[in-house]
């Protein structure tokens, strides 16, 4: 997909930042809400994590289509002392319309050269054991570590396990 942009994101991105958490959740996306959402808990959160950006604690990618934001996700970089060389992969979404289309794939990639770029070695990311990114995460590279039973509730409130994956850059 030629004519997708991936940046990094601002305030200005809240407003469709929510719409796409409501929908992710709605769409049974386990990324740590209950179904339905309320439009202000969408806000807060995506309000918090971007002043956490700000403040360098983590960044995150949009993919946009025109002026559609179609996807995003965060790599999280505030680690202690003693994981400098380590960072997160997170809140990987991408509008139920847009699925399978290569997004998710060019979003981890800019969340893995920017890791790269901040000198981290070692990524690490937890997926839905239900619905997850498994293929996506194991066509990239990412090193499955196990399977945790039971972890979370998803969007209508069944028990979930989840996955974890690792990768060395």
Known sequence: MTDL???????????????????TVAAGGSVSFMHPLAPADAHAFWQASLTAAEAGGRVLYGAWHGPELIGTVTLLLDFPPNQPHRAEIAKMMTRTAWRGQGVATRLLRAAE????RQGRTLLTLDTSVDGG???LY????????????????????????????????
Do not use: C, S
């Open 133 to 135: 990114a498994r293929k």
């Open 138 to 169: 194991e066509g990239a590279g990412y090193t499955l570590v196990g399977e945790i039973p039971d972890f979370a509730l998803t969007p209508d409130g069944r028990l979930n396990g989840t996955l974890i994956y690792y990768k060395r850059l």
């Open 113 to 116: 050269a920017e890791a790269a």
């Open 5 to 23: 942009q991936i940046t990094p994101l601002t305030h200005a991105a809240l407003p469709q930042l929510a719409e796409l958490l409501i929908e």
